[in-house]
């Protein structure tokens, strides 16, 4: 009954390096969204997808991949991870249709030094 | 460039009395609004929406109230509740395209006993 799950919950690495984090999600959503957020600036989208093998980009793509080969997972890549990565990232999600709600993870908090 | 506005980083008030906290948009496409409540180390968690063919909408304590013309949207809680210190923030989206949710900077509220 874990909803939307995100691992993991902290993470430091450097500069340079590759991580990804994970987003797993048991309703079955459609849609899935990569949010991070950051002092003065709210939640601002990274990438989303409507459905598995469907992804777009969203207000701040730059340095980040994503896939989606299955419905319940979404991962999120840093290819060459920067300082100015350092922030919360949360993973959402939302049924298909007339809905707007989207159901927020715990976060990942990610230090790049 | 935001479109959505959240001018009050923070607002403290008493146990008992009404938080009025307010949020600004710019975007003429948005048609329908969020507020999202947030705890630390926590993931948003949805409050309360309130479409653009409404001017109020109520659930409980909360009320969110819209002002089209004004492009301006308040969230009142009466009476302000210690456990509603939180961080809260403000959502926007339009119903043409990917519904995606534009976020504002957030404003963090604290109830004094």
């Known amino acids: 009954d874990a909803g939307i799950t995100q691992s993991p919950r902290y993470k430091i690495t450097e500069t340079g390096r590759q991580v990804t984090l994970m987003c797993h999600q048991t309703w079955s959503h459609s849609y899935m969204f990569w949010y991070r957020q950051d002092l003065g600036h709210g939640l601002r989208l990274i990438y989303y997808s409507a459905a598995a093998d469907i992804t777009d980009k969203g207000e701040v793509p730059d340095g980040y991949v994503v896939s989606r080969s299955k419905t319940e997972n979404f991962p999120l890549t840093l290819e060459s991870a920067t300082r100015s990565q350092t922030s919360v990232y949360f993973c959402?999600?939302?049924?298909?249709?007339?809905?707007?709600?989207?159901?927020f993870g715990p976060g990942t908090r990610l230090t790049v030094t | 460039d935001q479109q959505v506005k959240q001018n009050s980083p923070s607002l403290s008030v008493q146990e008992g009395r009404i938080s009025i906290l307010n949020c600004d948009y710019t975007n003429s496409m948005f048609d329908y609004f969020l507020w999202y409540k947030k705890y630390p180390a926590e993931g948003p968690t949805f409050l309360i929406s309130?479409?653009?063919?409404?001017d109020k909408n109520e659930d409980g304590r909360f009320t969110v109230f819209l002002n089209k013309s004004a492009k301006h949207l308040s969230l009142h809680i009466v009476p302000s509740q210690p456990g509603d210190s939180a961080v809260y923030f403000c959502?926007?989206?339009?119903?043409?395209?990917?519904?995606?949710?534009?976020f504002g900077s957030g404003t963090r509220l604290q109830v004094q006993p």
């Open positions: 959402a999600s939302r049924v298909a249709g007339d809905s707007y709600e989207q159901y």
């Open positions: 959502a926007a989206s339009a119903s043409t395209g990917r519904r995606a949710l534009t």
């Open positions: 309130i479409s653009s063919i409404k």
